[in-house]
């Protein structure tokens, strides 16, 4: 199939992410599938989904003085979709770019919107875009510039200063690395990293996570070496959990946000597949793929059971776990290199009502803790309110429960530890945004 396949299922993307809300990255697999996007196209589609996602309130400012009349959502996505590669991809020409807008305006709508379409493009090919200088305050500029909501821009500035602020944000914008654990129950990892060079897999050693893998090029999930449970495709700092958490062999854990069951599996490879992890997760759906991603794996020691981890002491005796992991339901701010969307569809009002959340769920932990075990709270954001601010607020309701320092993390990682808990920035060795806290119960 041409490009003008990848583009138009490109806008078709665009204009569900809109409507419905949908995730950016579900329905690029999706559209991959039924509009049967084959070859370097399927590069360009993604390319495209994402470039103009993650740039969309750059490209707005840039369209802003030559749209001047309202326009249909659809038209703006396509003028969207046709600025970022005119302006960010130097390997499609410009006139190509502005061919194919316009084809797709005539294909969709009708003559007069092809005509616009066309018109503003080449207004802006004669022109150029404006200048972002010419937005005078600091915050609001670099909102515009990396495409960040004003709002987070402003809270994380408070949070974390300007400077740390915008190496985020930039951080934000670039692709994100592909990376991959080797289950060491059935594998090494020199083992693995042979498999997937003679399946033409591009990869090298992590220097952060002894059982760690990135992929450079190719796509693991069609390999023998991952049917065969060698590998799960998790994220650097995700993999940083199982390590503060530390469990031994034979002890039973709770894994209280389990799905969809990176986490939770590589637990059970700490503890060598022997002892108990108990898995929740509020959707039976889910629970069956923590139970598919086990099998795969070879893991025998999880039992998934679909329950709200609030609720946990209804089912569980109380003090009758070794160790707790709470991978919280959070805002999700520490994944926008992954999925862009979110930073679109959050509220400021949402972290308040998620910290509550948080809360309940360490509370209920807290009373199926044993006296002596470990409380891990982990999230995917780097909200100071989520993360600091909960932790503050958990050891105030809960006097049995110290903190301790996370001693048990890779040695590369230890200097990112500060006042006994774990921050991690994108920009820190380009992983996730990740956060992780450890307490004693006496």
């Not at 670099?142 to 500035?157: A, C, D, F, M, Q």
């Not at 934000?172 to 997937?196: C, D, G, H, K, W």
């Not at 209280?256 to 939770?264: L, R, V």
Request: hydrophobic share 40%; charged share 25%; proline share 4%.
């Amino acid at each position: 199939m041409s490009n003008t396949s990848a583009r138009e299922a490109t806008l078709h993307i665009l204009d569900q992410i809109d409507k419905n809300q949908s995730y950016s990255n579900l329905l690029v697999n999706h559209a991959i599938k039924k509009f049967n996007i084959k070859g370097p196209d399927v590069g360009l589609l993604t390319e495209l989904t994402y470039g103009t996602i993650q740039r969309k309130l750059t490209l707005d400012f840039y369209l802003k003085p030559f749209i001047k009349k309202k326009v249909e959502g659809w038209v703006r996505n396509l003028l969207r979709l046709s600025l970022y590669q005119m302006k960010y991809l130097d390997r499609v020409p410009e006139r190509a770019a502005i061919h194919e807008a316009v084809e797709i305006a005539k294909k969709r709508g009708h003559k007069g919107i092809a005509g616009l379409v066309n018109g503003i493009l080449r207004s802006i090919q004669r022109q150029g875009v404006p200048s972002l200088d010419e937005i005078a305050d600091p915050v609001e500029r670099l909102s515009v510039e990396t495409s960040h909501p004003l709002w987070l821009v402003k809270r994380w500035s408070e949070q974390f200063g300007i400077e740390k602020t915008r190496a985020m944000c930039e951080s934000n914008l670039l692709a994100p690395v592909q990376t991959a654990r080797v289950n060491t129950l059935l594998t090494t990892r020199e083992e693995v990293m042979e498999e997937l060079k003679d399946a033409g897999i591009e990869a090298e050693l992590s220097t952060l996570i002894p059982e760690g893998i990135h992929i450079k090029r190719g796509n693991i999930a069609h390999t023998d070496s991952y049917k065969k449970g060698y590998l799960s495709i998790q994220d650097e700092s995700s993999m940083l959990v199982a390590y503060a958490l530390n469990p031994q062999p034979g002890e039973s854990v709770l894994d209280m946000c389990a799905a969809p069951g990176g986490k939770t599996t590589h637990i059970a490879q700490k503890m060598t597949n022997k002892g108990t992890i108990v898995a929740l997760d509020l959707h039976p759906h889910k629970i069956k793929l923590i139970q598919e991603n086990a099998d795969r794996l070879k893991i025998t020691s999880i039992e998934g059971h679909a329950l709200d981890g609030r609720k946990a002491h209804e089912k569980f005796e109380l003090q009758s776990f070794d160790r707790v992991l709470v991978d919280a339901p959070c805002s999700g701010l520490g994944v926008l290199r992954r999925k862009p969307d979110i930073k679109y569809a959050k509220k400021e009002q949402d972290l308040a009502s998620l910290t509550s959340i948080q809360l309940a769920l360490l509370d209920s932990a807290v009373d199926l803790l044993k006296p002596g075990g470990t409380l891990v709270y982990s999230t995917c954001t780097v909200d100071y309110e989520e993360n600091n601010l909960t932790v503050s607020r958990l050891l105030e309701k809960n006097t049995a429960l110290k903190q301790i320092s996370i001693d048990s993390l890779p040695e590369a990682i230890q200097p990112l530890v500060k006042d006994k808990q774990l921050q991690v920035f994108p920009q820190d060795f380009g992983g996730d945004g990740f956060f992780i806290a450890c307490f004693k119960k006496e």
